[in-house]
């Protein structure tokens, strides 16, 4: 289900781009708000009064336009830098992380300067030669639902497949992979997959696909030979959450059977949230029930000053062991890279 935005405002600069020009022309007939920017990164035309509103009209809103700024992020521990091809994402998660970074109308903005980014992209590999530099394609953005409309992961694909020192890595929860399964990617790209119980991604994963259809996409990128990983989190310690988290292992079995001895990447990321992000969370869903009491939690104080509320450690213990020992079990060559 690509994204289908409710309306779509261009930047004057991105119909200079080819890839501008094509956007502009193939939604321009079609039934949605459409808008030329004023101004480059000022973003005006969203509605919205109320936290709720301005969140749901910001995320059914895609900008076109163009990276003025091709000095990267660097994306530790994960990656020596973020490859901003996307912000934003279309999903509308409750526990978002990207929920307190992208302001009240997050919208989702593609760029269209491609060439520009994967050329800068090129420079920084080259300084760093002959060590290998791994770059981020999802840090601030989920980049597959709006993959069919730019192409542009499938040039970063293609682009990356030639260079022994450039390494791509991006991660979704969504399952338009279908333009990216021929791309020629000499596994120099790892696809990782979000995945959650499917009693999580119904309450709180709104506007993303279900687990079974994660999978299946998954499967199609593992078949299509490229490096798979996936990131099951945030692991929510509710009741009965063995026997929804065995299903969700059940799945990958069943799914990925032709794939059980492949170096299959996971990464196990507990619930956590901060005070900023649990008042930010009841703005924008006051109706939610988010387990996010600080009294079932332990503080833990965070690297920049502020801290979040974890589970205690007998918790993280038993899931640690439950993950370490299943996983194992189903895909004996697997590499954990980290319970947390
Ligand atoms: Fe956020 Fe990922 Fe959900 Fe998108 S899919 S809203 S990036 S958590």
């Not at 299509?224 to 945030?234: E, H, K, Q, T």
């Amino acid at each position: 289900m690509p994204f289908e935005p409710k309306r779509i405002l261009f930047e004057q600069d991105a119909l200079k781009y080819p890839l501008g020009k094509e956007l502009f022309d193939k939604f321009k007939t079609q039934q949605l708000e459409f808008g030329i920017l004023k101004s480059h990164n000022r973003v005006t035309e969203i509605p919205g009064k109320t936290p709720s509103q301005a969140y749901y009209e910001g995320k059914n809103t895609m900008v076109v336009g163009v990276k003025k700024t091709l000095k990267f992020e660097s994306c530790k521990p994960s990656a020596h830098y973020q490859l901003p091809l996307v912000t934003g994402c279309t999903g509308m998660c409750t526990y978002c992380y990207l929920n307190t970074q992208l302001g009240k109308k997050p919208y989702v903005r593609v760029y269209v300067n491609v060439d520009e980014i994967l050329n800068k992209a090129m420079e920084y590999t080259k300084e760093r030669e002959p060590e290998i530099t791994f770059f981020e394609g999802a840090a601030t953005s989920d980049p597959i639902p709006v993959e069919p409309y730019t192409g542009s992961l499938k040039k970063t694909i293609e682009l990356f497949s030639n260079h022994a020192y450039a390494r791509f890595r991006f991660v979704t929860k969504f399952t338009d992979v279908d333009g990216i399964l021929d791309a020629k990617h000499n596994g120099h790209t790892t696809v990782r997959f979000s995945i959650n119980a499917a009693e999580v991604i119904r309450k709180y994963e709104h506007k993303t696909p279900r687990l079974d259809e994660r999978v299946e996409a998954a499967r199609k990128i593992a078949d299509s030979g490229y490096p798979l990983g996936f990131i099951i989190a945030p692991v929510i310690l509710q009741a009965g959450w063995k026997e929804q988290y065995a299903d969700v292992l059940e799945e990958l079995k069943n799914k990925l059977k032709e794939h059980k001895n492949d170096k299959i990447h996971f990464e196990v990321i507990s619930h956590r949230f901060t005070k900023r992000a649990k008042e930010n969370i009841n703005s924008i869903f006051p109706e939610n029930d988010l387990p996010m009491d600080e009294e079932k939690r332990k503080f833990k104080y965070g690297q920049f000053g502020y801290g979040k509320y974890v589970y205690d450690k007998e918790e993280l213990s038993d899931m640690e062991d439950f993950f370490r020992n299943r996983l194992k079990d189903i895909f004996p060559e697997c590499e954990i890279d980290y319970v947390i």
